[in-house]
Nanobody, 121 residues
């Protein structure tokens, strides 16, 4: 019901900026929230930021003041603007969408394939 297409990852120097995008292609699915998670090699996947359809946002403490999440509900696209990047931000970043399947009870979650962000000089 959902396909998430991520873009914007790559190599950036410390202190630089990068913007990630995730576009959701939907079929009989309505989104309640979208967000970004990241996972460094050998570590747990962690929430970076998410945003609800109503615009409420949530950020990990480690990225507050540096990252900004936003969304275009009409396009079913979520963005993550990353600034003042640090080497510890290096990880695979995964797009996430959760919502409702038409005529089905409950909430479902979908994940993108991930995009690599590397912060290094």
């Amino acid at each position: 019901q959902v396909q998430l297409v991520e873009s914007g990852g790559g190599l950036v120097q410390p202190g630089g900026s990068l913007r990630l995008s995730c576009a959701a292609s939907l079929s009989a699915f309505s989104i309640n929230a979208m967000g970004w998670y990241r996972q460094a090699s050998g570590k747990r996947r962690e929430l970076v930021a998410d945003i609800t359809s109503g615009g409420s946002t949530n950020y990990a403490d480690s990225v507050k003041g540096r990252f900004t999440i936003s969304r275009d509900n009409a396009k079913n696209t979520v963005y993550l603007q990353m600034s003042s990047l640090k080497p510890e931000d290096t990880a695979v970043y995964y797009c996430n969408a959760r919502g409702r399947i038409t005529r089905m009870v409950g909430e479902y979650m979908y994940w993108g394939q991930g995009t690599q962000v590397t912060v290094s000089s």
